[in-house]
């Protein structure tokens, strides 16, 4: 009876030492990272044009420059405003209506009295797009009053 004693003995020592084993470290675990990105979002316009208006007998079209956007934000949108509702103004009676062009995405349109604004665009390039700006008028059936006609465009720029 000893011998069986000592051989259960054995056993429960045995077994208690697999199940007292120190605690295994974990082998896996997760780490959760967060960043942001900061918005890029810039805009850049040609300077003051200055042209010679021809007297009305073809149209004309002046090439005003690039307008680029530079932007890592989708949906950002364009706006263009003329102070004088799309008119080169020389007095109230001596207007000539124009249409701006810019790039791909106005052909022609007038700036009436609430402007004109781009569809939803997406990010672009580091180097921003460029938008070629181009005005057109005429031609007129009669000859334009001398003078000085001016307006201004106001570019904006913005997103949601």
């Known amino acids: 009876m000893k011998k069986y004693a000592l051989v259960a003995l054995f056993a429960v020592v045995s077994l208690g030492m697999v199940f007292a084993a120190t605690a295994v470290p974990p082998t896996e675990g997760n780490i959760s990272i967060t960043g942001e990105v900061k918005e890029a979002f810039s805009l850049k316009v040609p300077g003051t044009y200055s042209g010679t208006i021809e007297n009305g007998s073809s149209e004309e079209t002046w090439k005003i ?39 791909e995405l106005a052909k022609g349109v007038t700036l009436g009295k609430d402007g004109w604004t781009s569809d939803s665009q997406h990010r672009t390039s580091k180097g921003g797009n460029a938008y070629p700006l181009s005005v057109s008028f005429g031609p007129s059936s009669e000859y334009y009053v001398a003078g000085s006609y001016s307006d201004l465009i106001t570019v904006t720029i913005k997103h949601n």
């Open 65 to 103: 420059g690039d307008i680029v956007v530079a932007s890592n934000v989708d949906g950002w949108i364009i706006h263009l405003e003329s102070s004088n509702y799309g008119y080169l103004v020389h007095d109230p009676e001596n207007q000539i209506a124009y249409t701006v062009t810019l790039g």
